[in-house]
């Protein structure tokens, strides 16, 4: 299995801050990277996929970039609506594995 | 816009099995996508069970394999799980979510049902 590790676990910030989270697969896949944003009690939602696509409807403060085996997500400009946690997944291979999660909250 | 719904018992007992449907509304199933089921535990990170065509085709996580069955209904628009033998560590909420096929065979879960909590306990 390729195992996926974000960093970091979580992270502390302000409104206007620029945010950034990193995601390491055990071995290259390519640009087979995707981006999620969960908040509590709900479902993960796409951010970005094949590692630096915007999802239609995400802001543009959104950013993936990347390719082989390191990958990030960078926000721009972190929004009050942002603070959740944020999950990287592979699909270069099955079984699709995910990140273990990055929790961004409020400073 | 297609929109998915989870439905089935919230709590199983040890040793038991655990059945969820994921209905399908505003899309047909039969397209390039995939459709599949992901769980979290309480307060963990997410687990991508398996996923399933609308040829009936199937892909299992192998550490779920040998308890696993995914399957579908095209008349009625909906795909199940069941994963058999259950224990504690089967609680989670369980996530049913299509697997947008993408070019270049870029995948992604680009639409989630909201996630249905299903405990394992006497």
């Known amino acids: 299995d390729i195992q996926m590790t974000q960093s970091p676990s979580s992270l502390s910030a302000s409104v206007g801050d620029r945010v950034t989270i990193t995601c390491r697969a055990s071995?290259?896949?390519?640009?087979?990277l995707n981006w999620y944003q969960q908040k509590p009690g709900k479902a993960p939602k796409v951010l970005i996929y094949?590692?630096?696509s915007l999802q239609s409807g995400v802001p543009s403060r959104f950013r993936g970039s990347g390719s082989g085996t390191e990958f990030t997500l960078t926000i721009s400009s972190l929004q009050p609506e942002d603070f959740a946690t944020y999950f990287c997944q592979q699909s270069s291979s099955s079984p699709r594995t995910f990140g273990g999660g990055t929790k961004v909250e409020i400073k | 816009q297609v929109q998915l719904q989870e439905s089935g018992p919230g709590l199983v007992k040890p040793s038991g099995t655990l059945s969820l449907t994921c209905d399908v509304s505003?899309?047909?199933?039969?397209?390039?996508?995939?459709w599949s089921w992901i769980r979290q535990p309480p307060g963990k990170g997410l687990e991508w069970i398996g996923d399933i065509f609308y040829t009936e085709i199937t892909n299992y996580n192998p550490s779920l394999k040998s308890r696993l069955t995914i399957s579908l209904d095209k008349s009625q628009n909906q795909f199940s799980l069941e994963l058999s033998s259950v224990t504690d560590a089967d609680t989670a909420v369980y996530y049913c979510?299509?697997?947008?096929?993408?070019?270049?065979?870029?995948?992604?879960?680009?639409?989630w049902g909201q996630g249905t909590l299903v405990t394992v306990s006497s």
């Open positions: 071995q290259s896949i390519n640009s087979y």
């Open positions: 094949a590692a630096s």
């Open positions: 979510a299509r697997n947008r096929f993408g070019s270049a065979s870029y995948r992604w879960f680009d639409t």
């Open positions: 505003g899309g047909s199933m039969i397209s390039t996508n995939w």
